[in-house]
Nanobody, 126 residues
Framework: QVQLVESGGGLVQAGGSLRVSCAAS????????VGWFRQAPGKEREFVAA?????????EYADSVKGRFTISRDNAENTVYLQMNSLKPEDTAVYYC??????????????????WGQGTQVTVSS
């Protein structure tokens, strides 16, 4: 059974940095596409970043985080990270990681992922 566990969330001031982690058990994460999504109170869950399992490990980002966030993978730790720099109050949300083995063209859609973590809260104060 695949389980994803996020960690690393917390409270940070605007302009600061935070790294959230997504650790997997029951699966080799390097064989999965992994996405990060976030959901703020009263808003729908939105795509943040994705990392493909295929050769080259192509990444993609939402326009709102491009240049500030970086998704990466540590195969030895079986963990995917989301490094968040230059954080803004509008980045405040619960951040979720998700995984799936199917190589869809579009990884920005939440329904493309079968496995989800429980989420970690990120709060950016102004």
């Amino acid at each position: 059974q695949v389980q994803l566990v996020e960690s690393g969330g917390g409270l940070v001031q605007a302009g600061g940095s935070l790294r959230v982690s997504c650790a997997a058990s029951g699966a080799i994460l390097s064989n999965y596409n992994v996405g990060w999504f976030r959901q703020a109170p009263g808003k729908e869950r939105e795509f943040v970043a994705a990392l493909r399992w295929s050769v080259g490990s192509r990444t993609e980002y939402a326009d709102s985080v491009k240049g500030r966030f970086t998704i990466s993978r540590d195969n030895a730790e079986n963990t995917v990270y989301l490094q968040m720099n230059s954080l803004k109050p509008e980045d405040t949300a619960v951040y979720y990681c998700a995984g799936d083995r199917t190589n869809y063209d579009n990884l920005r859609v939440a329904s493309r992922y079968n496995f989800w973590g429980q989420g970690t809260q990120v709060t950016v104060s102004s």
